[in-house]
């Protein structure tokens, strides 16, 4: 963490949706080579935040720095092009094609003189072989379709295209709340890895346990403002767990379910 | 900052390092030869056609398989694959158009009017027909998009809405008639007539005429001078289309575009664009149809492609392309429309009611459905 401005900074943000008031206030910073999960209950406006960071939507007010300069993205292409990669729980790949043309989805390298450009599917191939082969995964036949692989593969799949195409910091939107305990390390693992590359990573769940694996510091949302930012020596796991769940009613539940919540 | 084992954390630590040895996965068992063939869309088209081969090879008077015959069976083919193609790129692309039939017949009326009316040269009046097309798919593409009403209403509504304005507007053009003629006439002859109606390849067919290597009349010319322009047509927007499909930016973006548009947009593919795309392109390749038959009759009327649309949507999912979108392939369509056009043909070489087209028409089109379900299932895994 030796860098002097952080890789994305973002103050105050507030975003309004017509009379709904998502984000009252949020800011969040994220350096190189850290892991910042981010936590909150549904409705805390975990989705609205990332959405934003994405460039899906538009903040109302607050300033958003990527690398310490100002930025406004009007698109997710934006998003993209200033190495903010986003990968969605469900909306990351596409089925019924293959690995090869999903990993190069919206990126593909083509070669050729214009109007017999094409894309160069031995160099792709090969490519996501290499890829996946990089983070343990298998792939006999980069050709068989992203359908045959399984939810945390999907993920890892997607979290290597972003890594592959220059991402700088990576948001994962609850990447583990769909898997089995398996998959979870899995994506957990590499997520690790992703880190030791230096990239940023901003982890959104609502699993403290999965948070708590592989986090630096911590945000909790809630209702739409940052209750705190906490790094792993300040906070243990059960405090986060309440902070995040809203505190008292949960731990006198917990006590009456023996402690396992 | 790498120490991440905690006590609950049910991930190991990672040895630093790019790679992590991927270990083969026992569970897997290895793509058969048979599953990879399997995987191609555009499997069940072939099969049919194979099917529908040999049944008129057993039923069917001998004449039909004559080069002769099979040029019968290509032309109708063609000017329903020519649409099939489109169509099935439009379906891979996640969206239907079912206007292209009045889109024929509207194409045919603007390019007649153009060449009768205006008295443009056929090489104008053939790129100002491709103009039109090409905005009122842009437009239909836009009302899909910005509406976000499914494309099936929307094209419905221009199915309607085309095929009364052709015939209203034949009225206007003709003075009160549903039929629009010397168009042929105004057309001329020359290098682009021969492009878009007549024969092709009429050299090399004297050649092998004379060589014996097919028919002729006893005064030298061969029984059948060429190739019908129609069908080069067909053959080349054919490759053009699953060359695009299968090798460019733009045939990944349109399996992403149908496949999970909001996947999509998230990779940076634009699919608003490729949708729009899409229905321009079905718009034309409705104009090419109409613009190809109109000259070769020479004249045009209401009832130009009537129920085309549904024709080509079948021929396309006889190809393989899914309903939902996001597969299919070129080349099936394209086999869909020659097992159309032999069965449409073929029928009349057999002694059963050509009626029974109909029938057939069903029967595969539900064939069809239920094995490219299967096939999916096959594809992606699922159970």
Redo the contacts between chains.
């Keep these: 963490?030796t860098s002097t401005a952080p890789l994305i900074d973002i103050r105050n943000v507030v975003k309004h949706f017509g009379s709904v008031i998502a984000l009252s206030g949020v800011s969040l910073t994220v350096g190189r080579?850290?892991v910042m999960c981010l936590l909150g209950d549904n409705g805390a406006g975990k989705s609205t935040l990332i959405k934003t960071l994405?460039g899906v939507h538009r903040p109302t007010s607050g300033e958003f720095l990527v690398d310490g300069q100002h930025v406004a993205f009007t698109s997710?292409?934006d998003a993209?092009d200033a190495g903010i990669a986003?990968v969605?729980q469900d909306?990351?790949?596409?089925?019924?094609?293959s690995v090869t043309?999903n990993f190069?989805?919206?990126?593909?390298p083509?070669k050729g003189v214009w109007p017999l450009?094409?894309?160069d599917?031995d160099h792709c191939n090969e490519v996501t072989r290499e890829e996946?082969?990089?983070?343990?995964?298998?792939v006999?036949?980069p050709n068989?379709?992203v359908?045959?692989l399984s939810g945390g593969e999907r993920q890892c799949v997607a979290i290597a295209r972003a890594v592959y195409f220059g991402a700088k910091v990576l948001i994962l939107d609850e990447p583990t709340s769909a898997l089995g305990?398996a998959q979870?390390?899995m994506v957990?693992?590499y997520i690790?890895?992703v880190?030791?590359k230096g990239l940023g990573v901003i982890f959104i769940t609502h699993n403290v346990?999965?948070a708590?694996?592989?986090g630096?510091r911590f945000t909790v949302l809630n209702r739409g403002r940052t209750l705190g930012t906490f790094t792993k020596s300040e906070i243990q796991?059960d405090e986060l767990q309440n902070l995040m769940a809203g505190g008292k009613e949960l731990q006198s539940l917990s006590v009456e379910l023996g402690g396992m919540v | 900052m790498t120490d991440v084992s905690h006590s609950t954390a049910p991930v190991a630590p990672v040895p630093p390092g790019p790679t992590a040895t991927p270990t083969r996965d026992e569970r897997l068992k290895d793509v058969s030869l048979l599953t990879k063939i399997m995987r191609r869309p555009e499997l069940g088209a072939l099969a049919g056609l194979v099917l529908v081969t040999i049944f008129f090879l057993w039923t069917a008077d001998s004449s039909m398989f004559t080069l002769a015959g099979i040029m019968n069976i290509l032309t109708p083919a063609s000017q329903l694959g020519i649409l099939a193609i489109a169509a099935a790129l439009l379906m891979i692309g996640g969206e239907f158009d079912l206007s292209i039939g009045s889109m024929v017949a509207f194409a045919g009326l603007v390019f007649g009017s153009f060449l009768t009316l205006t008295g443009w040269p056929l090489l104008l009046a053939i790129a100002a027909t491709f103009v039109v097309a090409a905005l009122l798919g842009c437009l239909n593409g836009q009302l899909v998009i910005r509406t976000r009403l499914p494309s099936f209403i929307v094209t419905l509504a221009f199915l309607f809405i085309l095929r009364g304005l052709s015939l209203v507007g034949l009225k206007w053009a003709t003075g009160g008639s549903t039929q629009m003629r010397g168009i042929g006439d105004s057309a001329g002859e020359g290098i682009i007539r021969g492009i878009f109606s007549g024969n092709a390849l009429e050299g090399p067919f004297r050649w092998l005429a004379a060589h014996d290597v097919i028919g002729k009349f006893p005064n030298g010319t061969p029984t059948v001078t060429g190739v019908p322009v129609s069908i080069i047509w067909f053959v080349l927007f054919a490759i053009l289309a699953t060359w695009i499909l299968l090798r460019t930016r733009a045939g990944n973006w349109i399996f992403a575009s149908g496949g999970d548009p909001n996947a999509a947009r998230n990779s940076g593919v634009p699919v608003d664009r490729v949708k729009t795309g899409l229905f321009m392109l079905t718009a034309c390749a409705a104009a090419l149809v109409a613009i190809l038959t109109v000259l070769d009759a020479g004249s045009t009327d209401s009832r130009r492609g009537f129920q085309k649309e549904f024709e080509a949507i079948i021929a396309a999912v006889i190809g393989g392309c899914l309903l939902t979108g996001g597969y299919g392939s070129a080349i099936g369509a394209f086999f869909g429309a020659i097992i159309f056009g032999m069965v449409s043909i073929g029928l009349t070489y057999t002694r059963f009611d050509s009626d029974w087209f109909q029938v057939f028409l069903g029967a595969m089109l539900l064939l069809a459905v239920l094995f490219n379900n299967f096939i999916r299932r096959k594809v992606t895994g699922e159970r």
């Design positions: 963490m080579g850290e994405a997710p292409r993209l986003t969605y909306l990351a790949m596409i089925p019924l094609m043309r190069f989805m919206g990126r593909e083509r450009r094409f894309i599917f996946m082969h990089r983070i343990g995964i298998d006999r036949d068989q379709a359908g045959t305990v979870t390390s957990l693992k690790h890895q880190r030791q346990r999965h708590y694996a592989v630096d796991i």
